[in-house]
């Protein structure tokens, strides 16, 4: 009992003090990004423009209207504006085939959306559904989320909900807007990659010998995964423009436009380094769990009962990531496939090469994150004095 209550009191301390570390570094990362933020900046002389919550009244008038092979409905709505200065205002708005985002969506009165409100030159106003309100849903589903983690890691739970709000504010308040600055992507990229994983490791995990391979073997494996692809995307001939997006923020950012190749790098990496952890903790918990178990195993035995364990979980993982990719791009491979083309054809398109690079560089990292994680893992394993070692922290299946 007293034992238990002991870890119970460590637990508890190494939660605050995670809190502790999370709010700290959350703080500095709001500061160093908060010159940065583009999500509500407007260009001087510029007509202003804002956004506005809506409900939809009264269906005006709805119907099916084709434009040459695409045939998709029609709506004029009355809506009624429920946030910003005009809230209350009872305003006329049509959805047709000049909407991207709300093509062929039909809207029934009591819907709420998100609607554009722009003001021209001459002071009139112009109303633009930009899509749903589907703040309730998404709401209660991360309410879920969050539940599920705290309900089964505890206070283990509560360090890894910190990690991903840490993750979230550091890309969204520092990566983009370093970037938009004109800061190099992957310099940028590799730099946040690292201070992220140091940090959610620390958060979710604590300091040990067993994080700090983890981090060893993480940060070689990402600095491998860079080279390779750099080096790849280099002799594909990649652009980074094969998707629409990257296209499009060339043209918004005019004469602050960004790398594209760049932006497909530091994508590559940001990405990687999702699985990269998992499987780094992965195998370094697996080790030292090892040595726990059987103090008389000698680093070279605990090194290749890991990589004996960690090929069966790279393999999984290999193909989790293969399955990931194609089924994001699911509508394209269906496009493709109806072009009549050789597959070899197929696989030479930027946009589907992209994704072949994408997805052969980032295993190839997995892969190598294997042997050096275990490697670093047992080398200190047998280092580290038995009666040193404490019951593995990790829990598979990680937030960050």
């Avoid at 870890?7 to 908060?34: D, F, H, I, P, Y």
């Avoid at 979710?204 to 700090?212: D, I, Y």
């Avoid at 491979?333 to 070899?344: A, N, T, W, Y």
Wanted: proline share 5%.
């Amino acid at each position: 009992f007293r034992s238990s209550r002991r870890c119970g009191t460590s637990e508890t301390r190494m939660g605050v003090r995670a809190v502790l570390v999370t709010l700290v570094v959350t703080l500095v990362g709001l500061w160093l990004g908060q010159d940065g933020s583009v999500w509500a900046q407007q260009a001087v002389g510029q007509p202003q423009t804002f956004t506005a919550t809506a409900r939809v009244v009264e269906v005006l008038e709805e119907g099916v209207t084709t434009v040459g092979p695409v045939t998709q409905p029609y709506q004029r709505l009355l809506v009624e504006l429920t946030s910003g200065p005009e809230k209350g205002q009872r305003v006329e708005v049509s959805v047709g085939v000049r909407d991207l985002n709300t093509a062929g969506q039909r809207f029934a009165p009591g819907d709420r959306l998100f609607l554009t409100v722009s003001t021209g030159p001459d002071g009139s106003r112009a109303y633009t559904i930009l899509d749903r309100d589907r703040s309730t849903p998404l709401a209660v589903l991360a309410v879920l989320f969050a539940g599920a983690i705290v309900a089964l890691g505890r206070w283990k739970g509560v360090r890894a909900l910190l990690g991903l709000a840490f993750t979230f504010v550091v890309l969204i308040w520092v990566l983009v807007p370093l970037i938009l600055r004109g800061y190099p992507p992957v310099p940028v990229a590799i730099a946040v990659s690292f201070v992220v994983f140091v940090v959610t490791l620390t958060v979710t995990h604590g300091v040990g010998r067993m994080v700090l391979a983890a981090m060893a073997g993480t940060s070689l494996s990402l600095i491998l995964t860079g080279l390779l692809a750099a080096l790849f995307v280099a002799a594909a001939g990649l652009t980074g423009l094969a998707d629409e997006e990257a296209s499009f923020l060339q043209v918004v950012l005019g004469e602050r436009a960004v790398s594209p190749r760049g932006l497909l790098l530091a994508g590559m990496l940001v990405g990687a380094l999702g699985v990269l952890d998992d499987i780094t903790v992965s195998q370094s918990s697996l080790v030292f769990e090892l040595r726990r178990a059987n103090p008389s195993l000698t680093g070279w035995e605990l090194f290749a009962a890991g990589v004996r364990v960690g090929r069966d979980h790279i393999a999984a993982t290999v193909n989790t990531l293969v399955l990931a990719y194609a089924g994001a791009a699911l509508p394209l491979l269906l496009l493709f496939s109806q072009l009549e083309e050789p597959l070899l054809w197929i696989l030479n398109r930027e946009i589907v090469a992209q994704e072949v690079v994408q997805t052969l560089v980032g295993s190839l990292g997995l892969i190598a994150a294997v042997p050096l994680t275990t490697g670093f893992a047992a080398w200190l394993a047998v280092r580290t004095p038995v009666t040193a070692l404490e019951p593995s922290p990790h829990h598979h299946g990680h937030v960050h």
